[in-house]
């Protein structure tokens, strides 16, 4: 079964810092677009930043740049998302998503359809 596993959320304090991975278990993330999303209970989904490993462009919501890097290693088959100076508002469960052959600035489409979804890690900022 294709699978997108997230790990390293956590609890951390206000001004910490978390680094989330995303890993497929089944098949290469070599020619997906990578994204990170997060969604708080009440509240929609909100894209954070996007990754295209095919040429290494990135996009940032602008809620989020200049604190979190997206990252890719692909040798590890694995996306990271770097999450500095967190605040309790950006307490949340993180989802990554892969995109077959799609563009990193596409995440800022509302509605857009990723190929699959990992099952989320829930990352909570203490104040």
């Known amino acids: 079964e294709v699978q997108l596993v997230e790990s390293g959320g956590g609890l951390v304090q206000a001004g910490g810092s978390l680094r989330l991975s995303c890993s497929a278990s089944?098949?290469?993330?070599?020619?997906?677009?990578v994204g990170w999303f997060r969604q708080a209970p009440g509240k929609e989904r909100e894209e954070l930043a996007c990754?295209?490993?095919?040429?290494?462009?990135?996009y940032y919501a602008d809620s989020v740049k200049g604190r979190f890097t997206i990252s890719s290693e692909k040798a590890k088959n694995t996306v990271y998302l770097q999450m500095n100076s967190l605040k309790p508002e950006d307490t949340s469960v993180y989802y990554c998503?892969?995109?077959?052959?799609?563009?990193?600035?596409?995440?800022?489409?509302?509605?857009?359809?990723?190929?699959?979804w990992g099952q989320g890690t829930q990352v909570t900022v203490s104040s």
């Open positions: 990754i295209s490993n095919s040429d290494g462009t990135t």
């Open positions: 998503a892969a995109d077959l052959f799609g563009i990193a600035s596409m995440i800022s489409i509302a509605g857009y359809e990723y190929d699959y």
């Open positions: 089944d098949f290469s993330l070599d020619d997906y677009a």
